[in-house]
């Protein structure tokens, strides 16, 4: 009897950790990380990190001097969905400035991200980018899907942006970056 009531208090103390533990990770503020941050840019000599659908070479480095907006999405995220199609209003929206918009796709191939994309509205506007092995998610610190982060100019997050996208946040912190210059 003694052993069974000893269970019982080590499983509601371990309910309640998980509880609390839960409610910490989901209410992290969710913009402005610490603006030294880097996330790794470029690809190593013979390492690729990012191609784009046709499996061409791209670097995050060749976007320093503009404003960096880049989206991690998933085909199994259903916030993809409505992500993607914000994300390229926005990249309409600040065409003429120098920001640059990037749906970094998370692990899958390019046959499950092309799949994917074509089952959505035009995402002109948009970079799309496919990450095989994870690197750009993993080098944020990222915990939620999808997240937007936005670097400056000097390639520095300036926001990170857990969950599905708000447009009037990302804007805002466009709006800032663009007008800090």
Avoid at 7 to 34: G, M, R, S, W, Y
Wanted: glycine letters at 6%.
């Amino acid at each position: 009897m003694k052993s069974n009531i000893k269970f019982i208090i080590v499983l509601v103390v371990f309910v309640c950790v998980l509880a609390v533990v839960t409610i910490f990770v989901t209410k992290q503020p969710n913009n402005q990380i610490d603006e030294g941050t880097l996330a790794t840019f470029g690809n190593t000599p013979g390492e690729a990190y990012y191609t784009d659908l046709n499996g061409n070479e791209i670097s995050l480095e060749q976007y320093l001097g503009n404003i960096i907006v880049v989206n991690s999405w998933a085909s199994w995220s259903p916030f993809s969905v409505t992500d993607l199609p914000i994300l390229t209003k926005l990249a309409h929206e600040f065409e003429s400035n120098k920001v640059t918009f990037l749906a970094i796709n998370r692990k899958e191939t390019q046959e499950q991200a092309t799949r994917f994309i074509n089952t959505m509205p035009d995402l002109g506007g948009l970079l799309l980018v496919l990450d095989p092995r994870d690197h750009f998610y993993a080098s944020v610190g990222g915990y939620a899907m999808p997240e937007v982060v936005i670097y400056n100019q000097r390639g520095e997050i300036t926001n990170h942006f857990r969950g599905d996208a708000n447009e009037g946040n990302i804007k805002d912190a466009i709006n800032q970056l663009l007008n800090s210059n």
